[in-house]
């Protein structure tokens, strides 16, 4: 991401929207996911909420594949 920041971005500004993608994924992106899986933990149990998340994540890698090849399909 900050090699694309660093492409698209003019470098006067490149600082300030590193600044900005980092406070998102890190404070944003880590907060959100930290409270939901204690939420879930407390919910369900470590050992349910571990199964359920390598499931979603199992699904989401499928999904990338899936993505990728249909960007390599009709981007050539």
């Not at 698209?8 to 600082?15: I, Y």
């Not at 600044?19 to 998102?24: K, L, P, Q, Y």
Request: charged share 5%.
């Amino acid at each position: 991401m900050c090699q694309y920041t660093t492409m698209s971005v003019p470098p006067s500004s490149l600082a300030m929207v590193q600044g900005i993608m980092h406070g998102v994924y890190y404070g944003l992106g880590n907060g959100v996911g930290h409270l939901v899986g204690g939420l879930a933990i407390d919910e369900y149990g470590a050992p349910a909420t571990l199964y359920a998340m390598a499931v979603v994540i199992v699904l989401w890698l499928i999904m990338f594949f899936v993505c990728q090849k249909v960007c390599q399909l009709t981007c050539s």
